[in-house]
C-alpha cells in the first residue's frame, strides 16, 4: 500500500459574493499575486511535510485559468520539490497532454524530473478538464484522438532509440530524440485518470498503465467503475495488479468525529459551492456519447450537487473523522475497491495551514500505520475469488 | 446514380421527403431528395435539421430538386473524424455533390450551412448556379461576435435562435423521424438531447477554433460569380447584422434581405417566405441550364 498526499493548491479566498464559476470566466483580478506568493509557498510546505511525516509520495496536477487549482504547469511543481525532497514518489498526473504541442516536451520535462530525482517520477497523462478547452481553444472534437497520439509519441519517445521520425495525424516531428532519457526503465511508471470512460480503462489496461478514478463522487460511482476496471484489465489477460489502481479522495482527522466536523465542514462546502462551480462544463465533442450518458447518470452522486453533510458522510466523498473511523472506513473502501494506492487530499477548498497539517500529523501518526498493517499484502481483488 | 423521389408530385407539403442513406467515400449520409426542377442543394444549420420539413415542400413547388444530406456526424450520417480544417470539409462536401451527381447546382445555406455554402462557391464556383446564404457563418467581423453557440443552456440560447422560442423541438422533430417513416415522431425523449449533442460535436469539429469563421473566407468571397441572395431575420440574436452585409458587400452583385419577425433559422421559422426569395434563383438557374445543356 503507497500512500501518497496529494495537493490542488486552490485559491482560498473568493469573495463570500462571488457566486460565479470558479472556471474559465473567474476574473482574474481577484487573483492577488501578494497572497499567492504566501499560498504557494505554503501549500509546497505542506507537500514536503507530508514527505517528512513518512507518505510514500506527493501529488502534484495540472489546471488551467481557474480558482480551483493554481498549478498550470505540475512539472513545475514536480521541480520545485525535486530538489527539497530526498525520498518520496513525485506523482505528476497528470500533463494534459492535447494542449501540449508538441508533446515531446512532455516527454523531455517528465525524463528531467526522472533523472534529477533518481527515478521518483509517477508520470501522469490526462485528457485534460473539459473547462480546459475553453480556455486554450485546443479543439475537444479532437481530445480523445490527439491524446491517444501524443500519448503513443511520449512513450516511443522514452523507449525507442533516437533518433527517429514520428509521423502521426496531429504531431510530424522529423526527428524525436529526447536528451535526458528518463532514469526508470523502460520508462516512469504511468498513470491515468478518468471519469469512469471505458474507453479510457480499456487504454490503461491495453498498455498496462495504472488508473486513478477522478474523485468527489458517491462511493457507489466508485464501485461501479473500479469493478469496471478489474473486469477490462482481467479480460485483456494480466493479473490481478491493485498496484495499478489508485484511490483520490478527501480525508480530513481530527480528535473525534465531532471536532473533525466542526473544524472542516465550512471547508469543505467552499470547495463543493464555489471551487466546483464551473467544472461541470462538458465541451461538444469532448466525450463519446455513450460517456456522457454514463456521466449524466452519475451528475447526481457529485459533490457539486451535495447539501448535506450527512450525504458526505454516508456517500464517502470525504473520509472525516477520528483515527478510527477514518481508518476503518479508508480499509472498507481499499478492500472493495481493490486498491493497493491511496491518494489523499489533505488540503481541500479553504481549510486553512495550521489545520491541513495537523490533519497530515494525526493521520501520519494513527491512520497510515493501521493501514500498513491491514495492507501488508495487497487487497485481493473480489474477481479472483470466484 | 441515387433512387429517385418516389411518390407523387411533392406539393408544399414534406411528407415525402422520405430520409435515405447513401455511402460516399464510406461515409454513411442520410438525406432527402425531393421535387423536379432545378437542382437545389439545402446545407443545414448548426442544429442539423433535415427530413420534412416545410421549406423543402415550397421550394419543391417552386419547381426546385431539393438534395439536402445530412453533413457528416449530424443526425445519423457517420462523422468524419479526420477534419482537421474548413479545406477538409469542404472536400467532403464536393464528394458528396459528385456522389448525387448534382454538376451545377443552387446551393443554399443556413447559418453554419451558409458559411459552407459560401466555401464551395469559392472553391468550386463551376458546382454553383445560384447562392442563397441565410444567416451565413464563416465571417468576424470586429466588434460583431457570433454568440458562443458551445455551451449555451437553452433558455440563453433559444430566445437568440427563434422569434418563437418553443418552437424549436418543432423544428428538429422531422429530423428525429426514423428512416422511411418521416411522418412518426419520437417519443424517445433522449432523441433530441442525443440529436444536439452529435449536432454540437459535428459543429465543434468544423468551427471550435477559429470560431466558426475562416479567417482567409473574406478575401475570397469576390470570386464569386453566381447569383447571390444574403437572407437574414431582423431578429437574429446569434449572428449580427453585420455579418450579412460583410458578404453582401465582398461578393459582387449580392442581393440583401431582411425577413421580419425572424431570428437565426428563417429557411425554419418563415419557409413560404424564403421559397419566395429563391424563386428568383430558379430562373438564373434556367438561363445557365440553357447555355450549359445540363439535361435533368
Redesign the interface.
Given at each position: 500500500m503507497d500512500i501518497f498526499s496529494f495537493h490542488l493548491m486552490p485559491w482560498p479566498y473568493l469573495p463570500a459574493d462571488y457566486g460565479g464559476s470558479a472556471w474559465i470566466t473567474v476574473p482574474n483580478g481577484l487573483y492577488d499575486p501578494g497572497r499567492g506568493h504566501d499560498l504557494y509557498n505554503r501549500y509546497l510546505d505542506e507537500l514536503e511535510y507530508a514527505e517528512q511525516v513518512g507518505f510514500d509520495g506527493l501529488v502534484v496536477n495540472e489546471h488551467h485559468q481557474t480558482a480551483y487549482g493554481s498549478m498550470p504547469s505540475p512539472n513545475l511543481f514536480a521541480a520545485l520539490l525535486a530538489r527539497r525532497t530526498s525520498r518520496a514518489k513525485i506523482a505528476v498526473i497528470g500533463n494534459a497532454l492535447p494542449l501540449y504541442n508538441p508533446p515531446t516536451r512532455v516527454a523531455e520535462e517528465f525524463a528531467v524530473l526522472d533523472v534529477v530525482t533518481g527515478g521518483r517520477l509517477i508520470a501522469g497523462m490526462v485528457v485534460g478538464g473539459g473547462p480546459e478547452y475553453y480556455s486554450s481553444g485546443v479543439n475537444p472534437a479532437q481530445a480523445r484522438r490527439r491524446f491517444a497520439e501524443a500519448l503513443d509519441l511520449v512513450v516511443q519517445a522514452w523507449t525507442r532509440p533516437g533518433p527517429f521520425e514520428f509521423d502521426g495525424e496531429f504531431y510530424k516531428i522529423p526527428h524525436v530524440n529526447p536528451w535526458p532519457r528518463p532514469l526508470q526503465q523502460p520508462h516512469p511508471p504511468v498513470w491515468i485518470p478518468g471519469l469512469g470512460s471505458l474507453e479510457t480503462m480499456e487504454l490503461v489496461a491495453a498498455r498496462g498503465f495504472s488508473y486513478v478514478g477522478l474523485p468527489f463522487f458517491h462511493s457507489s460511482v466508485f464501485e461501479r467503475n473500479y469493478a469496471a476496471f478489474r473486469q477490462i484489465w482481467l479480460a485483456a489477460g494480466r493479473d490481478p495488479a491493485p498496484e495499478n489502481l489508485g484511490l483520490l479522495l478527501p480525508i480530513y482527522v481530527a480528535e473525534s468525529d465531532a471536532a473533525a466536523r466542526a473544524e472542516y465542514e465550512e471547508h469543505l462546502w467552499y470547495f463543493a459551492r464555489k471551487l466546483l462551480n464551473g467544472v461541470q462544463i462538458v465541451p461538444p465533442g469532448y466525450q463519446s456519447v455513450q460517456s456522457a450518458v454514463r456521466l449524466m447518470e452519475n451528475a447526481s452522486k457529485y459533490l457539486l450537487g451535495v447539501s448535506d453533510w450527512e450525504t458526505v458522510v454516508s456517500g464517502s466523498y470525504a473520509i472525516v473523522g477520528s483515527p478510527d473511523t477514518v481508518a476503518e472506513k479508508l480499509a472498507d473502501l481499499i478492500r472493495r475497491l481493490g486498491v493497493g494506492n491511496l491518494l489523499g487530499l489533505f488540503q481541500l477548498g479553504s481549510l486553512p495551514a495550521h489545520l491541513t497539517r495537523a490533519n497530515l500529523t494525526l493521520f501520519a501518526e494513527q491512520v497510515m500505520p493501521k493501514l500498513r498493517a491491514e495492507f501488508a499484502t495487497p487487497p485481493v481483488w473480489p474477481e479472483t475469488l470466484v | 446514380m441515387t433512387a429517385p423521389t418516389t411518390g407523387p408530385q411533392p406539393n408544399g407539403a414534406g411528407p415525402s421527403a422520405t430520409l435515405r442513406r447513401i455511402e460516399v467515400d464510406g461515409i454513411g449520409i442520410r438525406y432527402v431528395r425531393l421535387g423536379q426542377g432545378v437542382p437545389l442543394v439545402y446545407l443545414h444549420s448548426p442544429f442539423g435539421e433535415v427530413g420534412a420539413l416545410p421549406v423543402f415542400g415550397a421550394l419543391a413547388a417552386a419547381g426546385f430538386e431539393i438534395i439536402a444530406p445530412e453533413l457528416p456526424g449530424f443526425g445519423q450520417s457517420d462523422p468524419v473524424?479526420?477534419w482537421?480544417n474548413i479545406a477538409d470539409v469542404v472536400f467532403t462536401l464536393r464528394r458528396i455533390l459528385d456522389r448525387f451527381e448534382v454538376d451545377r447546382a443552387v446551393l443554399v445555406g443556413s447559418s453554419l450551412g451558409g458559411w459552407l455554402a459560401a466555401e464551395i462557391a469559392v472553391w468550386f464556383p463551376q458546382r454553383v448556379r445560384a447562392l442563397a446564404l441565410l444567416a451565413p457563418l464563416g465571417l468576424r467581423v470586429e466588434g460583431a461576435p457570433i454568440f458562443q453557440i458551445?455551451?449555451a443552456e437553452d433558455d440563453a440560447l433559444l430566445p437568440r435562435l427563434l422569434a418563437r422560442p418553443t418552437d424549436f423541438p418543432a423544428h428538429l422533430a422531422p429530423a428525429l423521424a426514423a428512416d422511411d417513416d418521416a411522418a412518426e415522431s419520437p417519443a424517445d425523449p433522449l432523441a433530441l438531447p442525443?440529436h444536439l449533442?452529435?449536432a454540437?460535436?459535428?459543429?465543434?469539429?468544423i468551427g471550435?477554433?477559429p470560431y466558426l469563421h475562416d479567417p482567409r473566407l473574406r478575401e475570397r468571397l469576390g470570386q464569386i460569380e453566381a447569383p447571390t441572395v444574403v437572407i437574414r431575420g431582423d431578429r437574429d440574436g446569434i449572428l449580427p447584422a453585420a455579418h450579412a452585409a460583410a458578404y453582401a458587400a465582398a461578393i459582387p452583385g449580392a442581393r440583401r434581405v431582411e425577413i421580419a419577425d425572424c431570428g437565426h433559422l428563417p429557411a425554419l421559422e418563415h419557409p413560404e417566405e424564403v421559397a419566395r426569395h429563391l424563386s428568383p434563383l430558379r430562373r438564373h438557374a434556367e438561363e445557365d441550364h440553357t447555355a450549359s445543356c445540363y439535361c435533368m
Open positions: - | 473524424t479526420t482537421q458551445f455551451g442525443l449533442f452529435r454540437m460535436e459535428a459543429t465543434a469539429r471550435w477554433n
